[in-house]
Structures are given as C-alpha cells and as structure tokens.
C-alpha cells in the first residue's frame, strides 16, 4: 500500500544525522525522520547519543513554528528528554500527552549481518536498531505534529510530547517526566504500545490498545562459600548449589491468572487464531484453571506472558578463579508480574521454590512501578477505531496487556491512564525488537501518518 512517489523516498539511504529540508509531505518526512533516528546511537553508555538526538528533534519542531522556549530538551546523566508543549486555545482543558523514548538496546555490529545504525530498506523493510523499538513510532508522531502545525491547525487542548532517554534502562527521565505533567493531563498515548498483528500472508489481523502492563522485577540470587583449593572438592560448591536452585525455578510455573482486559483480548483474538490455539483462549478465558488450555498457550512464546506472571533467569556469574573453588556464584532472575500481584509475594514464592536456605534473595529492581491497568474510555476507543479503520478498513480493535514495561508505568503511577496505541503492523516472525537484524516494514509510514493525523485530532479538538 504504498503511495505514488513514495518509492523514490525509500532508495534514500541517509545514515548520518546532518540537517536537511523537510519532504515534500508527512509520509516521506516520517520515513526521513525514522533513517536518521536510526542512525543514533542512542544507547545507555559511553558514547550515548540520545542528547543529540533529542537536539535533533527539537530542531525539526522549531523549523516547524514551535517556539523554541516551548521545546525543551534537558541532560539527565548520559541521557536527555525531550518535552514539547503545544498550546491549546482553551488552557482549562486537561492536556493530550503523547509518549515515546528515544533510547535503544545495546545492538553490537559484529553480530548483525547489516550495521544497526545505519539504516538499510531492502524487500520493502527498514533495517536496524529502534526500527521496531521505536524509532519508527517516534518519527510518525513527530512528522505528524509537524505536518498538522504547519497546516495551521489549532488544538483546543495542550498536546505535550514527552519523549523519554532511558526507557531501556533506568526509565529515570521517564519518571521524571510523568512528573512534569502529573495533575495537567487527560490522558497519555503512549506509541510505544499496543499495535497490530499480519498474518504470516501479510493479511492485518487486528490492533490492541494496551491498557495495563505487567509489573517489571530483578531478583538476584546470591550463594557464598568459604571456597578454596580446586584439588580438594568440597560437598557444597557455590556454583553447583545456585545452579540447582536455578533449575527448580526454571521448571515452576506461577498459578495463571485472568483480568477483564485480557479475557477480553483471548475472547476477541481466538477466531483469529489456529484451531488449537483459539480453543485454547476461549478456554482459559472461561476457566484460567483449564490445564489442557494452560499447556497450550504457555507453549507458545506470544501468549505465555499473558496467563500469568513469568520469571526466568537472564544473567549468571560465579567464581574467581580457574583452579579455585568458587567464593561466591550469583544470578538474575527477570520477573514479568501480573497486575495486582506484589513483588515482595513473587521473591517469596521464589525462595520457597528453590528451597535452599543458603541462596539468599534480594530485589535489585530499578525504575519499576506496579500499576492498575487504566479504563476503557469511550472516547479513546472510538478515536483509535476511527483513525484505524481510515487505513485499514474493518480491522478489529482489542484491548491488551503488555508482557513487558514501558513509560505508561510512570504515568499511571501519578494517576494518569495511559494507553499503548501504535499503529505499526507487523508479523510475529518479523518481531525482533531487542534482537538482532531489527526491522519493520515500511508501508506502515503513510498509514501511521493517516492514523495520527486522524487520532490526534479527534482528542485534541
């Protein structure tokens, strides 16, 4: 679906950040704005490159018209966020807030078959690191706003852009932000969440509005010996005794769960689904005990994230020497926790699963908020189906709960309901967010661009 001199954007590979004139139009911006994004290296370290690209942003919004003193880009640590105000004409009116980061995962070249940061589209796919995660996401709102400004058009609302710099990390500037706007904003459309699915044929298969999100958790796991000679074996070895307790937690499984939101989402996706797979949610949406549903979905990577809280061990360390017995062995354990359920309960049940008095459990969680999912407004529901369907007629709508954290976390911790509302479709063999050879196909630029100018509209005006 793409349109008649767009073809001609696509051959244009920039993968440097210079300056240049806006396109010819929102679509071809918005693929412009999403090569150069790319090519930042906007990841938390040495070398981070998130402030430049924050200045580049807010270049592009004050050539725009915006007031420069309206856009405010400010360094936190290696980092920086952006924060854009776009006056309404009725300043009671409760603020839209539209949220995004700028940030990426660490994507290292020599494991990739293209460099990350340079932003390749071959076979009708942007290439490279944030193509998913959200660049492309970033640069639709951003060209969109951009588009709707110079058109002349006049919010009766405040829309604020709150654009985060370490989402993927310590989500300090995301707090911080939620901050900034806590008592003046209606809602947040968080871009970063939600989305559509194609079918493997390429056929859209529906869009999800994330309305609530997992709780994120690290629990590390910590075992100490007296160690010694590796020539004279001990009975208790560190690594070995955290290894076991490892082993016990890989193979538990938390009791599922069901909320209103996500037996909404199993009720209206199972007809979507294989024969097996859409027994299975229709199932555990009626009985979230059913054990031949259960084995069902937590086979299947896609869904196992929605029936219930996850743990799995993502990092692992021991010893201090080839030739002696380790001192001390330590793990990570990432937790994915189900709305409503504490943290503290989840680290509980895990020290009884591992039932070893010697592994001692502590919460290194950072930047994580528990949150209640938000409601389903009206307002927003429909305002989402509209500017869908003005791209992808009949698409169906569902209400969703993201498996991972983002910036809503931050907003709802301050009593703002957020929802995820992407409007990029792609398919599940094609999601490699945080992965590598990243990539998004491109014909959702002019759609996205349709879907903002559409949804931003109908909740600014």
Not at 92 to 107: C, P, Q, Y
Not at 212 to 240: C, M, W
Not at 294 to 320: D, F, K, R, W
């Amino acid at each position: 679906m793409k349109k008649i001199g767009f073809a001609a954007t696509l051959s244009i590979l920039l993968a440097g950040a210079a300056h240049a004139a806006p396109a010819s139009n929102a679509a071809d911006n918005a693929l412009e704005i999403t090569k150069r994004a790319i090519a930042f290296r906007s990841v938390q370290g040495p070398g981070n490159q998130t402030p430049q690209l924050a200045a580049y942003l807010k270049q592009l919004f004050v050539e725009a018209g915006f007031p420069a003193a309206d856009v405010t880009v400010e360094p936190v640590d290696d980092t920086a966020y952006l924060l854009l105000r776009w006056r309404g004409t009725d300043p009671k009116a409760k603020a839209l807030v539209i949220s995004g980061h700028m940030d990426v995962v660490e994507a290292k070249p020599a494991d990739w078959q293209r460099d990350p940061f340079t932003p390749v589209i071959e076979n009708g796919y942007i290439f490279g690191r944030g193509a998913t995660d959200m660049k492309m996401d970033l640069a639709l709102v951003t060209a969109t706003v951009i588009d709707m400004k110079r058109a002349g058009y006049k919010p009766r609302r405040d829309i604020v852009l709150a654009f985060s710099g370490d989402e993927e990390t310590t989500m300090k500037t995301s707090a911080m932000l939620a901050g900034k706007v806590k008592g003046a904003a209606e809602m947040v459309l968080n871009v970063d969440g939600g989305g559509g699915l194609l079918s493997e044929s390429g056929k859209p298969e529906y869009l999800s509005i994330s309305a609530a999100e997992k709780t994120y958790a690290d629990f590390q796991l910590t075992v100490t010996n007296p160690g010694g000679h590796s020539s004279a074996p001990r009975k208790v070895n560190a690594i070995v005794e955290l290894s076991k307790g490892l082993v016990k937690i890989d193979g538990y499984r938390f009791t599922p769960q069901i909320s209103p939101i996500t037996k909404a989402y199993f009720e209206g996706v199972a007809p979507l689904q294989t024969p097996d797979v859409g027994a299975a949610m229709k199932a555990f949406a009626a009985n979230p005990a059913d054990q031949q549903a259960i084995e069902t979905l937590a086979a299947n990577p896609a869904y196992v994230g929605q029936i219930g809280t996850t743990c799995v061990p993502t990092m692992v360390s021991g010893g201090h020497a080839l030739n002696a017995l380790p001192q001390r062995a330590t793990a990570n354990i990432n937790c994915r926790i189900f709305p409503g359920v504490k943290p503290a309960a989840v680290m509980a049940e895990l020290e009884k699963v591992a039932g070893d008095s010697g592994i001692k459990f502590s919460d290194v969680t950072e930047g994580s908020n528990p949150t209640d999912a938000s409601p389903l407004r009206p307002d927003l529901v429909n305002a989402v189906t509209k500017a869908i369907h003005l791209v992808r007629p009949g698409v169906p709508v569902f209400p969703s709960m993201s498996a991972g954290a983002s910036d809503s976390m931050h907003f709802r911790a301050v009593g703002i309901p957020s929802y995820g509302i992407s409007p990029i479709f792609i398919k599940e063999s094609d999601e490699f967010s945080h992965g590598l050879n990243e990539r998004t196909p491109v014909d959702n630029v002019p759609l996205g661009v349709t879907y903002f100018r559409s949804l931003l509209t109908d909740l600014s005006k």
